[in-house]
């Protein structure tokens, strides 16, 4: 039985920025390109749409926060309110797999 795994590596950059390398095994990469005919785009959209709705959403929470404290100032702009928000506690999810066939 072909073995499917995804692999990580994180490298975090003096400016705050991450570079991540995925490893994808020939089973899931070839799983991958039934549903999409780039991989790697597939995979950049998928990031960039799902951090640019939680961006809205974080944009929007501090932004009634400091409306109701009464401490926004005229230099706070989107990205700068994303940045200071605190980050919830949040474990890594445990995906469902036991429908998945192997």
Do not use: W
């Not at 072909?2 to 799983?31: A, R």
């Not at 960039?48 to 932004?63: F, G, H, N, P, T």
């Not at 474990?91 to 036991?98: A, Q, R």
């Amino acid at each position: 039985m072909s073995e499917k795994y995804v692999k990580s590596s994180k490298t975090i950059n003096d400016d705050g920025s991450v570079d991540i390398t995925l490893h994808l095994s020939p089973v899931t990469y070839k799983s991958l390109q039934c549903i999409c005919c780039e991989v790697d785009e597939f995979i950049v959209n998928f990031v960039y749409s799902r951090s640019a709705r939680e961006c809205d959403v974080i944009y929007k929470k501090e932004l009634e926060k400091h409306l109701t404290a009464g401490t926004i100032t005229a230099d706070m702009t989107k990205d700068s309110l994303v940045l200071n928000a605190e980050l919830p506690n949040n474990e890594m999810p445990i995906f469902d797999m036991s429908n998945n066939v192997m």
